[in-house]
């Protein structure tokens, strides 16, 4: 692992993770930890805070996060060990990934489009919230967010930096529902913008989106944030819709 790149090794608390609504919610914890792995949030070889302190995040009971544990274990995707320095550990999810394509698939254009405006909405709302509460800790993980971006060689690695930087801006918005709904966003269809087949998905124009969002966030402007965030949204979209098409054609 470079050094560029974060682990994460409990206990503390993991904020791309939002409080679920309800009592036992099982699948919703298997999906928030599927997605966070799926997108490096969480790496491999990363060990997850302890059973109670996770749950207590999350807000479920230790039985529902004992139960979505053990089905991410049978996927191959946490395997855990025993003894002082034992816990559960996050494994390559590799050949577990959904093909992005796939993924695109499911969806019909029309709900690709109401999926996508929902998100700018989205995207604004967590910009502009970062404008005003981001603290210098935020900025820093955005600028090293976008760095790695920069410096990522292929699709893969590059789909990874920018669901970080977007999660991060999230994580900087100090909302975790906002944040839950961001990791949701990058979970389904940040696979899909980086396909390596169709439409260039444009990693300058996307590190020029995040550098202009950095800029409005310095400048402690959510007008201005939310705009260019919005903009990135809208440019996100519209690749994703020519791809869709492009699946149907």
């Known amino acids: 692992m470079s050094k560029s790149e974060r682990t994460i090794d409990g206990p503390g608390p993991l904020p791309f993770l939002a409080p679920l609504p309800g009592e036992s919610r099982t699948a919703e914890v298997e999906r928030q930890l599927k997605e966070s792995i799926d997108l490096g949030l969480l790496p491999a070889g990363s060990r997850l805070p302890s059973e ?14 004992r139960e979505a544990l053990a089905s991410l274990r049978e996927q191959g995707l946490l395997v855990t060990r025993r003894g002082r320095a034992g816990g559960s550990f996050v494994q390559d999810p590799g050949a577990q990934q959904r093909s992005g394509a796939a993924a695109l698939r499911a969806y ?3 709900d690709l489009r109401d999926l ?12 502009r919230l970062a404008a005003e509460r981001a603290g210098a800790s935020d ?5 090293a967010d976008n760095e790695r971006f920069e410096a990522a060689a292929g699709a893969a690695e590059r789909r990874r930096a920018d669901a970080r930087f977007h999660v991060d801006l999230a994580v900087a918005s100090h909302s975790s529902r906002l944040t839950g709904e961001e990791v949701r966003f990058q979970g389904e269809l940040s ?4 396909l390596p087949r169709g439409a260039d998905p444009d990693p300058a124009g996307h590190a020029a989106g995040h550098a202009a969002v950095l800029a409005a966030l310095e400048r402690r402007s959510p007008e201005a944030a939310g705009a260019a965030a919005e ?8 690749r994703l819709l020519a791809r869709r098409l492009e699946i149907s054609a």
């Open 139 to 143: 900025l820093g993980r955005l600028q």
């Open 52 to 65: 109670g302190d996770l749950a207590e995040q999350l807000g479920v009971s230790a039985m529902t996060l």
């Open 191 to 194: 696979g899909p913008l980086w």
């Open 231 to 238: 903009t990135a949204a809208k440019r996100a979209a519209e």
């Open 108 to 110: 019909s254009v029309n």
């Open 116 to 127: 996508l405006d929902h998100h700018g909405a989205i995207a604004a709302a967590i910009a």
